[in-house]
């Protein structure tokens, strides 16, 4: 079971970007996938989630109207639209596939390896 997140970069802020997060091995279409981003020397901190069985999406209180999560379950791809991107926004974005929505890491169980995304000001 792997994870392949992709689509990081470098962006000015104000611009857009999409992130992909491709699975191998299993199929999720049922699953939960979440959105998680680390900065610089700060913990881990939820984005943002999709349910499997009729999806609904969660988002963190600072993405919201800016962020905005879908998948592909015919390509087993979930994606993260992010847009009015701003330099607070840098990090290390991950997605993950959970038991559960929740903000707690503890309850994903697979993960990406992490795509880099650097907001310029």
């Known amino acids: 079971v792997q994870l392949q997140a992709s689509g990081g970069g470098l962006v000015q802020a104000g611009g857009s970007l999409r992130l992909s997060c491709a699975s191998s091995?299993?199929?999720?279409?049922?699953?939960?996938m979440g959105w998680f981003r680390q900065a610089p020397r700060k913990e881990r901190d939820w984005i943002g989630a999709?349910?499997?069985?009729?999806?609904?999406?969660y988002y963190t209180d600072s993405v919201k109207g800016r962020f905005t999560i879908s998948r592909d379950n015919a390509r087993n791809t979930v994606y993260l639209q992010m847009n009015s991107l701003a330099p607070e926004d840098t990090a290390v974005y991950y997605c993950a596939v959970g038991q559960a929505v929740s903000r707690d890491t503890k309850r994903y169980v697979y993960w990406g390896q992490g795509t880099l995304v650097t907001v310029s000001s």
């Open positions: 091995g299993r199929t999720f279409s049922s699953a939960v």
């Open positions: 999709m349910t499997g069985s009729d999806g609904a999406t």
